[in-house]
């Protein structure tokens, strides 16, 4: 009797110890998709005359590139808002929206799209064969580029510091530094996000 509750015992406990190993992995799993940064930009340094996006004269311009099926751009969408809503002159602000060849409606009536245009001064606009995305060498969704009035690169990267993690980050706060006068440490920070010419209709890790 004493023996079969002990059997019975030990084989809880491993029953138990497996559960917990296959728990801390799939957390490290989910911890390292969450931490892992996409493609970085490999933006032009100058506003590249061949886009369509007409460019601010008087100030500068901000382009967010983004998938419109990517979930976990809907934290770039928010802190987008926050950022513009820190700075007292607010640069000419598009959100291109990358929209493979042949796609339906369902690629543009998306909550990313429609949370784009609610924030005030911001523009979204369809890149169709993500043309505007090649021309400014983006890859990543979320990557957010800052061009002056003279058409000079001052920054390229993310402003969310992990995969569909809203708060603070990095690339915000250089470019509320840009953006307000100041001196940002780097022009540059990690983008998270799907890549743009995929098809993320469910996200995994």
């Given amino acids: 009797m004493n023996r079969s509750l002990s059997w019975s015992g030990i084989g809880l406990w491993a029953a138990a110890g497996v559960w917990i190993l296959a ?37 500068a311009t901000l382009v967010m590139f983004a998938h419109p099926r990517c979930s976990c751009t809907r934290a770039s ?7 513009l809503a820190r700075v007292t002159h607010p640069p000419r602000v598009i959100v291109a929206f990358t929209l493979p060849g042949g796609v339906g409606k369902d690629w543009r009536e998306t909550d990313l799209w429609r949370s784009a245009e609610a924030i005030p001064g911001v523009r979204a606009v369809a890149d169709r064969g993500s043309r ?53 440490d780097k022009p540059t920070s990690p983008v998270f996000g799907c890549e743009l010419g995929d098809d993320p209709k469910e996200e995994r890790p």
Avoid: C, M
């Fill in 77 to 83: 969408i928010h802190e987008l808002g926050q950022l």
């Fill in 132 to 184: 505007e995305a090649n021309l400014f060498g983006s890859r990543t969704s979320g990557t957010t580029l800052l061009y002056d009035a003279a058409g000079r690169l001052e920054f390229s990267g993310g402003i969310t510091s992990l995969r569909d993690h809203e708060g603070d980050s990095l690339g915000q706060e250089r470019l509320v530094a840009l953006l307000t006068g100041h001196e940002a």
């Fill in 23 to 59: 728990l801390a992995g799939g957390f490290t799993a989910l911890l390292a998709y969450k931490s892992t940064p996409g493609v970085a930009a490999a933006a032009p340094t100058r506003w590249p005359q061949a886009s369509q996006i007409e460019p601010a004269r008087d100030r």
